[in-house]
DNA sequence: ATAGATGCAAACTATTTGCATCCTC
DNA sequence: GAGGATGCAAATAGTTTGCATCTAT
């Protein structure tokens, strides 16, 4: 992701079509340093700082995710997870279904598998997006003996 | 999926691990003639005749899911989707963002992208099981001029 | 008869809505 | 100043848990 100084933080959301609100600054400024998608509840806890409301958190993420700044993932969690969308790098995650394990992958040649989709189906003119996620034991679950979650 | 008549539903049921109830012969005998994904909702009243409590149908899907007899879905609608598993097509869906619309797909290749996913990972000895969807406007949807949802 | 299955009530978690107040443009 | 943004309280939705009762094996 494109590290956009601290500086250049508000021309990036008010290009995204917000305004620049310390609050919304503070969310995207974590967004962008997290290394792996994060829930909510991590975001609230994590902005530090400027105490931020679970609601205005969920408001923040719905609009940067309308904006198309922001992805929402399911890693089977019970609960959202939102990542930064990056436009040029269109990675999917290996997720751990014995710890919080995250992995990113690339490479999953969406462009070629929605047209054979769309060849196959009857009522879709094209695909706009889609979710891949590849689920599995890590090695140090494995070695402590974790059962496969159904997760 | 093989239908299993009637009379072979309760032999389907015990050799995946459970006690064939009443219960559990009509929350299959639905998954079975379902065309799409189902909600738990949509089992609850679909079995009909049965009366089945919602925590009942939770209780036995999540059973089912654990005998690997069915898998959950997550169609981007705020609840959980599920459908028998068909150990033969590994199949995924493409889904409308604008009304219920579902359509299947298959040759997802799984196997390959999880292979290249893996030569990626550090912590992953293996994947066990995958997510797949594509989502888009439907044709009437596109001509209703529904705009695309965020899902 | 016994362990697993079910129903009902209640708890819990995630997410959404309403409304008054605040702050960016 | 005006309209979008935020916080607080409360509602809603999905899912899970506890426990007494029932039933398939």
Partial sequence: MPKASDDDL??????????????????????????????IKEIVDGVGEKN??????????????????????DLRHGHAHFELKDEKDDHHHVICTGCDRVEDFIGCESERLANK????????????????????????????NKTLQVA
């Fill in 52 to 73: 931020i409301d679970q609601v205005t958190a969920y408001r923040i993420l719905d609009a940067f995710q309308k904006a198309d700044v922001v992805t929402k993932i």
């Fill in 117 to 144: 989709a769309l060849k196959q189906t009857k009522g879709f003119p094209r695909i706009t997006s889609h979710s891949l996620e590849f689920f599995g034991l890590c090695n140090s679950c494995v070695r402590e």
């Fill in 10 to 39: 508000a021309a990036v959301i008010r290009k995204a079509g917000f305004r620049a609100t310390e609050t919304r600054k503070a969310v995207y400024a974590f967004l962008e340093k997290a290394k792996y998608p994060v829930s």
